[in-house]
């Protein structure tokens, strides 16, 4: 038939031309009647298209019919493909589409109506358990889908003119998933095997059991691809995650030690994610995650900081500390009552280190090793959270000023220890460090003005005995209480140690002028009042040797 329409479209263009022998065409009488004048070259309009045999259309869907069934039953086809899709082109130029897409859609439905037996008939089969059943149904999938696109690939000229010109109808493609949706997926009792199966399937590898993760991926992308994902397994997937993760949570929280638990939430949040990756659907991921983490770390914040979050303070577990940080920051209100505990825990381990008597020798020691311990807590635990740095300011502060004075008292004291002389434990740049951690904790004590009467005495006894270790250490540290509380608070320590360079040029000069050598070594401090710690007052007599010349030109030249 194509062959005949092809003559008669050149017989149509024949009757305008005329060849020569050698080759020339040349336009005939029936363009031009004038010689000489321009030639035309005319094409007629192309005679009706010719009528299609009678049984034409049958035959051709007979033809096409054994084609679709030998597909669909997995046998040879007797056709050329390219046959096969030049006889659909033929009938969709003849406007047979409509009926040849009726006709395709009848011939895949009957055929997936009569696979919906091979499941109804399950419960007879007593050999055939669950897993059976799910590599039965994946195959009758994929067989589904392997003929769909083979038959498409056929009438694809029909897809891609008729069907695609009419928006109401499905392509071949959709209408292959609809036929699958509706008369096997559809059915109640098919469609509930199926779904139990795969929950049997996940819950089996939950409890270490290993699956067939590629069976499982096939049927869930089945259940999306029909759009029936959500309300047929979705929905009872989490419901079941809940459940399992909800009892998983009470028996574990009894069982096991914080930190061995908190290990367990994280490798089960890892196995989720992977089978979110594996076979889930990822729209599945975030309610999932969301379930796991409500059952068990949600329900039992509370618990789990009440029972291990001040053994892993006192442990330095900075791994596990990390990990609870991690775990409570993926959980609504997990931080806020994490910083809280942290807090109390603070408040609680500091105060029995201030509040101890017995312990007062220590104090300012343990203090700075412990203010260093929530820093690196703070710093490589807790993700720098500006909430918890300053958390643990605040509990530093409260429980330090719970036992008023002494701490202040004991600072100074521990200050004067360092910088005194004979003390050879610390180079310049620890001396310096260790000042900046004292400097941490003072700022912390409210009575700095204890601390200033204490620090002042000490400092007159380094000063007047010759007893301080480094002036340079020294004048650091006024440095930094300058820097911290301001000059007032300073300006008679500073005074303190310009009567002590005065002093020390009056000494010079005096020795320089004195006639000859002296026995006697004799030193003498000018101080001035105010600056100096207040002393009882002590009559000294001195021995004449200190009255007679040379010794007698100091007061002269004073």
Not at 90 to 109: A, D, F, G, H, I
Not at 113 to 137: G, V
Not at 194 to 202: A, K
Not at 235 to 258: K, P, S
Request: proline share 3%.
């Amino acid at each position: 038939m194509a062959e005949d329409i092809r003559q008669d479209k050149k017989a149509n263009f024949s009757a305008l031309t005329e060849h020569n022998n050698n080759g020339v065409t040349k336009i005939s009488g029936l363009a031009s009647n004038k010689t000489g004048a321009s030639k035309k070259l005319v094409i007629k309009n192309f005679k009706d298209r010719p009528k299609l045999a009678d049984n034409y259309t049958e035959d051709t869907w007979l033809k096409l019919r054994d084609a679709v069934g030998a597909i669909q039953n997995s046998t040879s086809i007797k056709y050329n493909l390219e046959e096969l899709y030049q006889a659909v082109e033929n009938l969709c130029s003849y406007k047979v589409s409509p009926t040849l897409y009726k006709q395709l859609r009848q011939v895949c439905e009957d055929h997936v109506q009569a696979q919906i037996h091979q499941f109804r008939e399950y419960p007879l089969h007593c050999s055939l358990d669950s897993l059976s059943f799910l590599k039965r149904m994946n195959r009758c999938w994929q067989d589904h889908c392997r003929q769909t696109i083979m038959i498409r690939s056929i009438f694809l000229f029909l897809d891609r003119t008729y069907v695609l010109q009419n928006s109401l109808l499905p392509s071949i493609w959709d209408t292959g998933l609809e036929l699958f949706r509706n008369h096997i997926v559809s059915d109640g009792a098919v469609q509930k095997r199926t779904v139990d199966g795969i929950l049997e399937q996940i819950e089996r590898e939950r409890n270490g059991e290993t699956v067939d993760r590629s069976l499982l991926r096939s049927l869930l992308g089945m259940l999306s691809d029909l759009q029936v994902y959500k309300e047929s397994f979705e929905e009872r997937f989490l419901m079941e995650t809940n459940r399992l993760y909800a009892a998983e949570g009470q028996r574990l929280m009894q069982e096991r030690d914080v930190p061995e638990y908190l290990h367990h939430v994280a490798r089960r949040l890892e196995e989720e994610n992977d089978r979110v990756i594996s076979y889930l659907d990822q729209s599945t991921q975030k309610p999932l995650i969301s379930n796991v983490e409500k059952q068990l770390l949600g329900e039992h914040m509370t618990a789990i900081l009440q029972k291990g979050l001040s053994i892993l303070l006192d442990g330095n577990r900075v791994m596990e500390l990390a990990l609870l940080y991690q775990l409570f920051s993926k959980v609504k209100g997990g931080l806020p009552t994490l910083l809280q505990h942290w807090r109390d825990y603070i408040k609680s381990f500091g105060g029995e280190i201030v509040g101890t008597p017995e312990k007062d020798k220590d104090m300012v020691q343990d203090l700075l090793d412990f203010k260093d311990k929530m820093d690196n807590v703070a710093q490589g635990c807790f993700n720098r959270n500006e909430s918890f740095i300053n958390a643990m300011k605040e509990a530093f502060e409260a429980f330090i000023n719970n036992r008023p004075n002494k701490p202040a008292e004991l600072i100074a004291k521990y200050v004067d220890c360092k910088l005194r002389a004979g003390n050879k434990e610390a180079t310049e740049e620890e001396m310096e460090r260790i000042l900046d951690k004292i400097m941490i904790i003072f700022r912390f004590i409210h009575g700095k003005d204890v601390f200033e009467a204490f620090y002042k005495k000490d400092l007159a006894k380094r000063l007047l005995v010759g007893k301080s270790a480094s002036v340079d250490a020294e004048k650091s540290m006024l440095s930094k209480l300058k820097h911290e509380c301001g000059a007032a608070f300073t300006s008679k320590l500073e005074g303190m140690f310009k009567d002590m360079e005065l002093s020390k040029d009056v000494m010079i000069q005096y020795k320089q002028n004195q006639s000859e050598p002296s026995q006697l070594e004799l030193t003498v401090n000018i101080l001035t009042m105010g600056y100096w710690p207040s002393y009882t007052p002590m009559e000294v007599h001195l021995p004449p040797e200190f009255l007679s010349p040379p010794s007698s030109l100091f007061p002269s030249l004073f």
